[in-house]
């Protein structure tokens, strides 16, 4: 069963700063593209930023320049260093992979992590 797993989320003072991790288990063969969303109360989801398997990211202009999305495809693993965070960050923070689960085929499923909560106090 391929699942993803988040963590790393807590509550932080405004202006401090988080390290998110998510790792994919399971029987996986390959991982494209990775990212983190997040999903604030009252509101839709959002993109924060994504990476592909050749390493280029994408952020959303919310916190471009305040936060950094690496992964390590040897752990099947993606993460999210926020710095300067802000109450507007709270959040439950997703993330995602799109992930190779069949060794006969190259193409991929969108899986999601169950989330983790960040909240930022000001």
């Known amino acids: 069963q391929v699942q993803l797993v988040e963590s790393g989320g807590g509550l932080v003072q405004a202006g401090g700063s988080l390290r998110l991790s998510c790792v994919a288990s399971g029987s996986i063969f390959g991982v494209n593209t990775m990212g983190w969303y997040r999903q604030a109360p009252g509101k839709q989801r959002e993109l924060v930023a994504t990476i592909t398997r050749g390493g280029t990211t994408n952020y959303a202009d919310s916190v471009k320049d305040r936060v950094t999305i690496s992964r390590d495809d040897a752990k099947n693993a993606v993460y999210l260093q926020m710095n300067s965070l802000k109450p507007e960050d709270t959040a439950v923070y997703y993330c995602?992979?799109?992930?190779?689960?069949?060794?006969?085929?190259?193409?991929?499923?969108?899986?999601w992590g169950q989330g983790t909560q960040v909240t930022v106090s000001s």
């Open positions: 995602n992979a799109n992930l190779r689960v069949d060794i006969f085929s190259l193409s991929t499923n969108l899986y």
